[in-house]
């Protein structure tokens, strides 16, 4: 496959370009940032040893969506629209790890993104990228939306139970740890290291634009209204999500019976590891990888359950996550070109 990548330089985008240029299947024929510098990626990333001389911003756009077969857009929310447009009216299958593809109501952006979308068509046309609950319509997909980070490790945690309708409504609270690279690579007073160093905090309570997402399909999922409370947290660390989630089941539930559950629904799923009864998930455990570790547990005292979940937010929750999206577009095994990256310390 001929591939594009647009924002290159960021973490995601170059974690991206690390899996692309080691990927068997794989050739690099473009490589876009938002400086348009004309350096390389390794004057960026010092510690990219990769088979590759493309400079960054080398030729036109237009020249390097016409050369590939698919484009990879790792931009910030509403800075790729444009180029999405470009490449899917070209014929171009499209890979957007931001989230301006994700949601289905059109409204939606206006409530949670504070911007109006432009190509409502785009949005009917966009599949959800995550391949564990959607592999068969990524495959056919001209256009998918790459999943966010804590959505991932939110949906896989609670895919099972809301599949199966065992979740009382009302009763799911989702508590999620980011590491500080989620921001992205643009510096804020927020991220800075005096501000993040020894320090633990909430941010947009009720307001996160992840909301919306983790409800769409977990609506999907039961085909019922679902609402969540969600509660991100920004912890000292560089990179790695952890998402404690409690609820309630419908009926009380042994932990025999909900690892039974979560077996049998991801007894496909190469990159879901379910971690054995009374072991719960760090996330050093997955960094640098392209898979999600669950552990569980049922309270008999309360009827409880507890799901944490655990992803690198840059492999699984961005770049890998979109490597696994092109292998299934492409008839490729899931796991292909998935080795550990960790291009960013």
Partial sequence: MRVTVFGATGYAGAILTDLLVHHPHAELVGLFSSGKDQSSLQQHYPG??????????????????????????ALPHGKGMDLVASAHNAGKRVIDLSGDHRLNQPAAYEEWYGFTHPRVDLLKESVYGLPELHSQDIRSAALVANPGCYPTSVLLGLAPLQANCKIKSGSIVIHSMSGVSGAGKSSSFETSFVEVDENLK???????????EIEQELEKLSNAPTQVVFSPHLVPVKRGILSTISLMPEQSMTDDEL????????????????????????????????????GLSSDPRTGAVMVVSAIDNLMKGAAGQAIQNMNLMFGLPETTGLIRSALIP
């Avoid at 040893?49 to 400079?55: G, M, R, V, Y």
């Avoid at 309570?205 to 919306?212: A, E, L, N, R, V």
């Fill in 259 to 294: 690892r039974t559950l979560y077996v049998d629904f991801y007894k496909n799923a190469p990159f879901v590891k379910l971690m054995e009864p009374g072991i719960l998930p760090q996330t050093k455990w997955v960094s640098g990888s392209n898979y999600c570790y669950l």
């Fill in 48 to 73: 990219f040893h990769a088979p590759t001389d493309l400079l960054l911003d080398c030729c036109p756009p237009e020249e390097a969506i016409a050369a590939s077969d698919l484009i990879f857009l």
């Fill in 202 to 212: 909430a941010y947009r309570i009720f307001s996160h634009q992840h909301t919306p």
